[in-house]
């Protein structure tokens, strides 16, 4: 199985242009189910793979604790693997042609209000390198929703400052354009005048944001800044930095955005995935509604 997993992984990265994240999680997911065949159902071979041990394997998932939405997204990864097969003519069937993903209730994105937006962006204080680089990053992420790979991959060159845009690169490396506001422009450009240099080493490095250290920030490492002025901030619940890319989306529609912009501009392919975005105001709405009218 390991030389077939092989040959999709490679198809994968050449022919359809993933992003290193997205590999990762078809690879986690194939390489689960591949064990699972060859300790379990002792196969090895793609054309013995049966519908029913497919079957087997997602009931496998559900008794380990798995959720219906985890499911569902493991075995969209298993589909695109047997139809693989079935192409390169590894095998003559696809055992989850017909098999329907788990079913479960859409849950709502959680995001941060707009107090308490404002209260993270405060977060970062004095004038050191690493307080400015923490200010324009947060200031930079809620501008243009854009995701946290998103944010750490950013260079140079992508800037647009000059119009006060920067070009984003998202899934399948797909390019946008997103507008920056004011005040993220404002301390971003103090940032690259003054307090980049002060933290870039003798390696010269592409990387807008940095480390400590002269090098490329990594998600892990926003994650943990994040997390720490979430706290200074006394934001109650757990916050992590898709959280601001929700806000960012509902706090515009909240304004009075129209839905194709703000596609647009968190770069979805399809409106619908946008939509989510109006669930969330009208929920929020019902909970107004009921604290607050006399007879809510």
Request: a positive charge; charged letters at 25%.
């Amino acid at each position: 199985m390991d030389q077939y997993l092989d040959d999709y992984f490679n198809f994968l990265t050449v022919e359809k242009g993933l992003s290193a994240n997205t590999l990762n999680a078809y690879s986690r997911d194939l390489t689960s189910y591949s064990r699972y065949l060859v300790e379990f159902e002792k196969v090895s071979d793609p054309s013995a793979i049966s519908q029913s041990m497919l079957l087997s394997y997602l009931t496998f998932m559900k008794n380990s604790g798995h959720s219906p939405r985890s499911r569902a997204r493991v075995l969209s990864s298993l589909r695109g693997f047997h139809r693989f097969l079935v192409q390169e003519q590894h095998s003559d069937h696809d055992p989850t042609a017909l098999i329907s993903s788990p079913r479960s209730l859409a849950s709502l994105p959680k995001l941060l209000s707009q107090n308490e937006v404002e209260r993270l962006l405060l977060a970062p204080t004095g004038d050191s390198p690493i307080a400015v680089r923490d200010r324009a990053m947060l200031e930079v992420l809620y501008a243009t929703g854009m995701r946290v790979s998103e944010l750490v991959g950013l260079r140079l060159g992508d800037l647009k400052l000059d119009i006060g845009c920067l070009n984003a690169f998202g899934k399948g490396s797909k390019q946008r354009l997103i507008p920056l506001g004011e005040e993220a422009l404002e301390i971003l450009r103090e940032y690259l005048q003054n307090e980049r240099l002060k933290l870039l080493k003798k390696t010269p490095v592409d990387e807008v944001f940095l480390n400590a250290r002269g090098g490329k920030l990594s998600r892990q490492g926003f994650w943990k800044i994040l997390r720490a002025y979430a706290i200074k901030a006394e934001i109650k619940q757990k916050v992590y930095p898709h959280m601001l890319r929700h806000s960012f989306a509902t706090h515009l529609l909240e304004n009075g955005a129209d839905l194709r912009s703000v596609q647009t501009m968190l770069g979805h392919v399809d409106i619908s995935t946008t939509q989510i975005y109006t669930h969330v105001i009208q929920s929020r709405l019902k909970k107004i509604h009921q604290q607050y009218h006399p007879r809510g």
